[in-house]
């Protein structure tokens, strides 16, 4: 066999075992600049070096992170979601009227979940059936959901059920002082599930198919219909449960809450290594992304004097590296395959 | 005995809004058996396959696999029956593994996953007849084109193809390459696979297929036994005339003292990689220079170099005896030189642009920005050349994508002449044009050179480069490889020019 | 290939004026409202100006407007610029400063000033400029999808723009710079004739210079465009720099009409009316043709949807829905899709893709 017919930088057999650290490198440099962070906020702060802090990275950013897995397969698709902040927020507003009304979460969960799915599935419909361009559509689907939220309630409105407050209250004892509390919990498990669908699930296998090259997703036979439906209207689902992980820490309802978080999941889907242009990206590197992104807010609420606006300057200019990063690595990619 | 028949095309005809792409086509093949399938651009190979495959619904015709009459609805349903396409474009899904692509959407599953140390296992297997030893674990996007063929034959055969077609599986691969799928596909053969060979590399065809069939211009031509046909009688075949009636129009031959007033542009050995070989030519003004050969031979290459779409990596390029170095078409224009690509949907027309806008583009580019063309005065140009090429069009305003080819050909033409060039280089031009339309751009082209113009016409068609042209170049295989002049010009003296450089059985097929 | 007479396929039948459509719908809007709130076409004359709902729409549409026209020049190129929200916000940032003086900057209090204006107008476009050349260079020059090029600025510019407030509401009262946002001229809004003048600008601009026909080429079909010597790299640049400035002159106006900057809030989602003002304009979002008319139409639609909901006394919440219903409806007109559902629906056969 001519070595020439391998790809460069492999073993004489070609088997594993010194193989692909190229095709490691979307999920490392996230994994690395994730320990950077930490590490040099370890050392400049003392407190921040800690499992606490690490634990509450979970907590405080999960909603933000169930939803990010969603949009993880949207973008690796090829496709866009910008409804996502919206569904959350109106998902919580759904709860919290409900719970007003008396039905308790047995009803109001179920019914945003419902109400999640629904509209990513009415958004996947006419994206696919439709031939449009992603963008317009989730954009409008945001503002479908963000006036239904309006609609319901323009003020906030309070959670009384015992539930949401036990929710937010108790978790998995892990040393002293600390828990791993129900959303962290709840970001863990969607963050396993999704993974596992994307690696062993012919759903997930098909979504990066489509994001690499639809129309040849489409010669081979894939139901690249199917799979979209199913993208979106799984994206609108997470978006929903990260509403209800919201309402487990605000207790309420707010028509405004989450705005623009739709920004905060494409870049930490971003950062976490997935190509805007699709076909590659894991969810594990979401989390990794979600997590960064968590970690500079807290950086800077430790440093203290830095004003938290601070927080959309340094993720612009690690959304900008990270793009330049990949731009260079697709140019020489190709350099190579020439 | 004679192996079973197992696909049957009979008298099928399809068309398109203005255009006859295939007009009682006959096609059948046999088990065991690697049919190839030639035509020049246009001819209709493509159309015919994707009849097959259910991409296009056929006007006319019968279609009948394994004996049975069949409708042919979708690419799917093609692949279901057993007839499977690898495209030249390597329909797989390069950001995915090479076994993951031979398995996508049947992927092996046990309890509830997908089963990976197993499709990599089948997979080494499955590549392993192919006498493949690669890491099926790393992505396919970084194997070569050759790899990636490869691959997505051992996935129509999984997929139990019982006719493989394959569409022009050579164009990019190199000599080691092509003889490794010659040896995969003899094979196949022997397993008794059947086996559709699209391909223009003549040389190839006669290595490795046992029956052939040329269909040009739409019209299929005849099916022949390898064995009992010889090279210059195929290539004949392919670039032949299409009707007696064009070669009795009178189109004046070019001067005889064409090109006296000296040259406009030489090249030194002009040459790049992997493009096209080092050339020296030149072309004088008042002179139409052809360029004759076969689809491959480089002749777009050798004119991307003369307007700086591609940048040469060896030699000279002299313009008015000054050495240029073209790295744009821009700078090239500013020379006044000009490109009427080979592609005029994808390179030439702006197909949302009206006939006006495309016809003035270049011109005012040339202009720059300071030097804004009105509305009026645009229109007035338009119509001078709508009048001059006889476009048939509404009006100036019309979308060009409403043209006919014909028109929007000319369209194009009309957009170079407009910005006065002093070198025009016309990329097969008459390609998929109607008799009368052919033979006004060909007497275009010589009033073009009688009126001062050098030109270089790239062209399929031997006979209409040997009637418009002072001054021919023979390419074959990314080279130029003769000069033909005066007397010597004539269609059967190119053909064998051509001939010959297969006969010689020169290295790279 | 054989060829038949020359047949003109489907498109040019529809010899109805695209710009038809928008105005169809604007229209049966302003109808409606003419049949529901009798006044609503009353025009008086108030203080030495026009004034009436239909006045008010013309003047609450013209950021967005603005926005939209140098929207629509990118998005001509095949482009799209999501940052325009941001840029807005930092120049409407940048005037604040510079109108409240140096000294008194990150005071709290209403600043009562007096400052020169052309300083303000200047830096405040420069500072929109900036944003604009940064957004093209990495369109042009890097190659990046102009989607992500321009969120990392969406992004980083309103942190820019909250950074240069320190994340104070910084307001003023400078009263020769408040008519910019407030005014009158000619008994029309400020805001609609700057809106205007940026029209005029544009449009001047695209038919006497080659630019217009650049921009369509290079949306239209970008190889054939370089084949034909147009150097797609200045023009697209050249697109993000004006969407730039437009933008910068929206956040200028924004900040006088309200007499303060708030940098967190100016200008959020005004790309998402933007880019929809753009498209139910009648502009492609692939690029290629486009109308700047359109455009004006499309943003006046979105307005007057937005003051008839609130005249009709229905709340505000309602107009984000009904937005989304007009986009819906509009992609789905649009839409290739629908044109072959409804000639099956007629019986006719689909014309197929033609042969290569």
Known sequence: MSRAERAPGKTASGRPGGRGWRKRIPLLSPALVFILIFGIGGLLYRNLFSLRV?????????FLGIAAVGMTFVIISGGIDLSVGAVISTSAMIIAVLDQAGAGPLLGIPAALAFGALLGFLMGCVIHFFRAHPFIVTLSGMFLARGLGYLLSWQSVPIEHEFFSVASQIGIPMGENLKLSVPALMFIAVVLVGAFLQRRTRYGRNVYAIGGNEQSAFLMGLPVGRTKLLIYTVSGLLSAIGGVVLTFYTLSGYGNAAFGLE??????????????????????????????????????????????????????AMLFAFILLQKAFSLSAAARRK | MPNPEILRLAGITKSFPGVLALSGVDFTLQQGEI??????????????????????????????????????????????????????????????????????????????????????????????????????RENLGGYTLAIQQMVAIARALELNARVLILDEPTSSLNVEEVDKLFLQMRRLKS?????????????????????????????????????????????????GREYEKLSELAVARPREDAGREGAFLRTEALGRKASIKPFSIQVRRGEVVGCAGLLGSGRSELASLLFGIQSADSGRLLVDERAVRLGNPRKAMRLGIGLSPEDRKAQGLIQDLSVRENIILALQVRQGWLRNLGSRQQKEIAERYIRLLDIKTPSSEQLTRNLSGGNQQKVIIARWLASAPRFLILDEPTRGIDVGAKTEIQKLIVQLARDGLAVLFISSEIEEIARCSGTVLVLHNREVVETLRGQDIEDRVIMNAIAERHLEGSPDA | MLEQSPVAAGRSRRGVNPLAWPLLALAIIL???????????????????????????????????????????????????????SVAAIAGSVAALLVRGSNIAYLKEAAHASAPLLPVFAFALLAAAACGLFNGSLVSLVGIQPIVATLILMITGRGVAVLLTNGYVLNFDHPRFESVGIGYLLGLPFPFLLAIGVFLILLLFTRFTPLGLFIQSIGGNSVASVYSGISARTVKALVYLVSGLCAGAAG????????????????????????????????????????????????????????????????????????????????????ERTRELLRRLRGGRLPEAGAS
């Open chain 2, 35 to 136: 049919h190839a399938l030639m035509g020049e651009n246009g001819a209709g190979k493509s159309t015919l396959i994707k009849v097959l495959t259910g991409v296009y619904k056929r006007d006319a015709g019968r279609i009948e696999y394994r004996g049975v009459p069949v409708e042919v609805h979708s690419p799917l349903q093609a692949q279901d029956l057993g007839i499977s396409t690898v495209y030249q474009e390597v329909n797989l899904v390069p950001n995915l593994s090479v076994a993951e692509n031979l398995f996508l959407g049947r992927q092996p599953m046990s309890a509830g996953q997908i089963a990976w140390k197993a499709i990599n296992e089948r997979a080494l297997e499955i590549l392993a007849r192919f006498d493949l030893d690669l890491d099926v």
């Open chain 3, 252 to 335: 200028v106006i924004m900040t006088a009409d309200v007499k303060a900057a708030d940098a967190n809030y100016m200008g959020l989602w005004l790309e998402l009316d933007a880019i929809l003002a753009v498209v139910i304009g009648g502009t492609n979002m692939a690029g290629g043709r486009y109308s700047l008319w359109g455009t004006i139409v499309g943003a006046l639609i979105i307005q007057s949807l937005t003051t008839t909901i609130l005249t009709r006394g229905v709340q505000v919440q309602y107009t984000l829905i009904v937005k989304a219903v007009v986009v819906i409806f509009v992609i789905l007109i649009q839409s």
């Open chain 1, 54 to 62: 690490l634990a509450n990275l979970f907590t405080d950013n999960a």
């Open chain 2, 191 to 239: 397993e008794g696979q059947a086996i559709i060979f699209i391909t223009h590399f003549v040389d190839q065809v006669f290595q490795i297929s046992d029956r052939i069939t040329v269909l040009r211009n739409g019209g299929y031509i005849g099916t022949y036994p390898t064995a009992e046909i010889t090279k210059v009688e195929l290539i004949s075949k392919l670039l």
């Open chain 1, 263 to 316: 920004l905060d999941t494409i870049a930490s889907v971003v950062i976490g290594g997935t190509l805007l242009s699709g076909g590659v990206g894991s969810v594990v590197g979401t989390l990794i992304g979600v997590l960064i992104l968590g970690l500079i807010q807290t950086f800077i609420a430790f440093q203290g004097t830095l004003n938290m606006y601070w927080t959309k300057i340094f993720i612009g």
């Open chain 3, 31 to 85: 109808l409606f409202n003419l049949i529901v709130t009798p006044d609503f076409f009353s025009v008086s004359v108030k203080d030495g100006h026009l004034f009436g709902s239909l006045i008010d729409i013309l003047k609450r549409a013209s950021p967005t407007l603005i926005i939209a026209l140098g929207m629509t020049l990118v998005i001509a190129t095949g482009g799209i610029d999501i940052s325009v929200g």
